[in-house]
């Protein structure tokens, strides 16, 4: 095949896809019509990284749905950390968005990062969040979301909260928690 008056195999293509990560993965299938034919099934589950602190319910069907290795969910979670969104209680009292984070971790728990890898992301995060979600870890879902009720630091996840983003949109209203899209879905989630 040829990209751009130089020929490249299959196999090199092949191999230089394994070795680059998800976004690269993404740049890389639109160089050549080829390429992009031969890896669209493949890439659709990247869509995830339009989704991360943007969209909560498709984010999790894209997550579950979709097979993820480690490292690339360890990946999700950095991407996570940089940039966790605020959820608001009142004009006031804004608290982080931790949904994204608890479903990346919970999925990812036998695998997670270093600590000292997150401290260099957001220290914020690390010194005042990450380890009581690292506490309330469990295998079992429902204990994970029972650990969580239990723990101040964690009241965005918490099933009473109501909150919203600056924009306005309502994304919890009682019950941990409850969209503006779809409540049931929502609330069988977390």
Do not use: A
């Amino acid at each position: 095949m040829d990209i751009h008056d130089i020929y490249i195999s299959f196999d090199i293509i092949d191999l230089i896809m394994k070795q680059l990560n998800l976004k690269s993965k993404i740049f890389f299938s639109q160089v050549n019509q080829y390429i992009y034919h031969e890896y669209k099934n493949k890439l659709i589950k990247y869509k995830i990284y339009n989704l991360i602190n943007h969209d909560y319910l498709e984010f999790y069907q894209y997550l579950y749905n979709n097979h993820f290795t480690s490292p690339e969910i360890n990946e999700l979670l950095i991407i996570s950390i940089q940039n966790i969104p605020n959820v608001y209680k009142n004009n006031i009292c804004g608290f982080y968005d931790l949904k994204y984070i608890f479903e990346l971790l919970f999925i990812n728990q036998n695998h997670l990062l270093p600590d000292n890898e997150i401290k260099k992301i957001n220290p914020h995060f690390f010194i005042h969040f990450y380890h009581k979600l690292i506490k309330c870890l469990d295998k079992n879902r429902e204990n994970y979301k029972n650990n969580i009720e239990k723990s101040k630091y964690l009241i965005s996840l918490h099933r009473n909260f109501n909150g919203y983003y600056k924009s306005n949109i309502i994304i919890r209203s009682i019950g941990l928690p409850r969209y503006k899209k779809s409540d049931q879905i929502f609330y069988q989630l977390i």
